[in-house]
């Protein structure tokens, strides 16, 4: 069965700090995959990868791939407290299905 | 400006009674997505159009169905509502066209409360 998992669940940092955030994914005709950030309505789309190693950068979060690892992280340096949300991994296969994890909850305390 | 346009932003219905969930776009998007998201969970997936073309989820329980009548319109009917289906449903889009991903535009969500 195809899944997505992140950790942590959830985590708390103070302002300033720097997060990277988790996502592993058993997926039998992967194609892409996909990072959210969901805050209190709809999740936002932040980054798409398809290649291994190649980092996708907006502002100051960033992401990668690794294909041999099947996994990815999302980082977010010098955080804020907007930046406060759960944060979705997801996994676009071939069948043009997502399958997500359950998502990080991340907490930036002032 | 373009986006995605869920109505009614919430609905409360009666267990067994019959609703309609509707979403909108003028992204000119050819693919639709319907998800239903629990409280404390990740997104899932009920079903989605490409174009015209219908794709059901394995695990979608029947009392789900969907209407796509036009590019711009995608409609969820839950036949007969249990309590176990009170959820968010939100509605994405997406463009797909070689060489790009599913960028996804979601709506607000529609929440649903089934009494």
């Known amino acids: 069965e195809d899944k997505v998992v992140q950790s942590p669940l959830s985590l708390v940092v103070h302002e300033g700090d720097t997060v990277t955030l988790n996502c592993s994914y058993e997926?039998?005709?992967?194609?892409?995959l996909l990072w959210y950030k969901q805050e209190k309505k709809a999740p936002t789309f932040l980054f798409m990868l398809t290649s291994s190693g190649i980092e996708k950068k907006s502002g100051r979060l960033s992401s990668i791939l690794d294909k041999k690892e099947l996994s990815s992280i999302l980082n977010i340096t010098a955080t804020q407290t907007g930046d406060s949300a759960i944060y979705l991994c997801a996994v676009w296969d071939r069948d043009d299905k997502i399958i997500f994890g359950k998502g990080t909850r991340l907490h930036i305390l002032p | 400006d373009a986006m995605v346009i869920q109505n009614p932003r919430y609905q409360v219905t009666q267990f067994g009674k019959p609703v309609t969930l509707s979403c909108s776009q003028t992204?000119?998007?050819?693919?639709m997505y319907w998800y239903q998201q629990k409280s404390s969970q990740a997104p899932k997936l009920l079903f989605h159009y490409y174009d015209k073309d219908f794709n059901n989820e394995a695990d979608t329980p029947d009392n789900f169905q969907s209407r796509r009548p036009n590019t711009s319109f995608c409609f969820l009917d839950i036949r007969s509502p249990g309590l176990g289906d009170a959820a968010m449903y939100l509605c994405a889009t997406s463009r797909e066209t070689p060489g790009t991903g599913p960028e996804q535009f979601f709506g607000p969500g529609t929440r649903l409360t089934v009494l």
């Open positions: 997926v039998t005709n992967f194609r892409s």
């Open positions: 992204l000119n998007h050819n693919v």
